[in-house]
């Protein structure tokens, strides 16, 4: 049996996070889903490796168990192990040669014979069973699709239509969806059904940078309101509003305007807050009045 190195599968390092497994399976599910590459059997192939390799890396069960195995293979390796001489029987979760079971590929969504071996004995989070009519009957894996959407989209909430077979399915994302952030959509029914998760990608804005449900921006006053004190516009993402501004306002201070922040997910009803950091714009050309005051006030 030949070792996989689902590490390499993502492109990821074995000390990976958690997130940056999620961010590397999202951007290969997306570039080599069967739904993009028609007709591609490379593709497809390379699709299931990937689906195979996420199972694997975002359990934390079945990771510490690869990472065991893993260190073991490599110590073999270092050692001279003769290719195909490994001795595999300590890993073994399923007997050696054994058959599969009928609905397997409904259990384990058409992996390897390594994944098989190695994993097959091991429960999924993905399998569940439920009894119909006095037999048992497995559910097909759950499957994720990565989804990118605005700033906007997640502030408002937004629908994306799905093409599932001959299915059209709408889908709304709720207000306050950020990076991570699963959506279920039920593709079927009965114990037989599969589940699609969309995991959001919230695109990075370039007037706003999100914390949680907190946004920082800035905004710029001219010299003399931040001087003198008044008021400027803000952008916020329900609308411009006036930030009053206090004499004597210091170039980098921070303002906070409360509730103009992401709507909370579990409760959109409510809101982060807004993080006003000022710019202050100075004069790049005076006239000689101009010129003459401010020559006045340094001599003050």
């Known amino acids: 049996m030949e070792y996989k190195d689902y590490y390499q599968v993502l492109g990821v390092n074995r000390k990976a996070s958690e997130e940056e497994i999620r961010k590397a399976f999202r951007k290969l599910a997306l570039k080599y889903h069967p739904d993009r590459n028609p007709g591609d059997k490379q593709a497809e192939e390379r699709f299931k ?53 009928e609905n397997f590929e409904d259990i384990f969504g058409s992996f390897s014979d390594f994944f098989y071996t190695i994993f097959g004995g091991m429960p999924t989070g993905t399998t569940r069973r439920s009894r119909t009519g006095g037999r048992t009957v497995t559910r097909r894996p759950a499957f994720e699709q990565p989804v990118t959407i605005s700033l906007p989209e997640a502030y408002k909430g ?54 949680g449900d907190d946004l920082y921006t800035e905004a710029t006053s001219d010299l003399f309101t931040a001087v003198l004190g008044g008021q400027i516009h803000v952008d916020t993402p329900s609308g411009k509003v006036m930030l009053t501004i ?16 992401m709507p909370h997910l579990r409760d959109p009803k409510h809101y982060g807050d807004l993080y006003v950091r000022l710019k202050v714009q100075l004069p790049r050309q005076l006239n000689e009045h101009q010129r003459k005051l401010f020559e006045d006030l340094r001599a003050l």
């Open 158 to 211: 937004c629908e994306r239509v799905l093409q599932m077979e001959n299915q059209r399915i709408q889908v709304k994302i709720p207000a306050g969806a950020r990076t991570g952030t699963k959506v279920r959509v039920p593709t079927g029914t009965g114990a037989e059904s599969a589940d699609l998760f969309l995991v959001i990608d919230v695109s990075k804005d370039a007037r706003y940078e999100r914390k």
């Open 49 to 101: 490796e990937i689906n195979e390799a996420y199972e694997v890396l975002s359990d934390s069960q079945k990771r510490s168990r690869y990472d065991q195995l893993g260190d073991s293979y490599s110590r073999w390796q270092q050692s001279g192990g003769a290719p195909g001489n490994f001795n595999w029987e300590p890993w073994f979760t399923q007997t050696p040669g054994g058959a599969r079971p």
């Open 246 to 261: 206090p004499a004597g306002t210091q170039p980098g201070q921070t303002f906070r305007l409360a509730g103009r922040g």
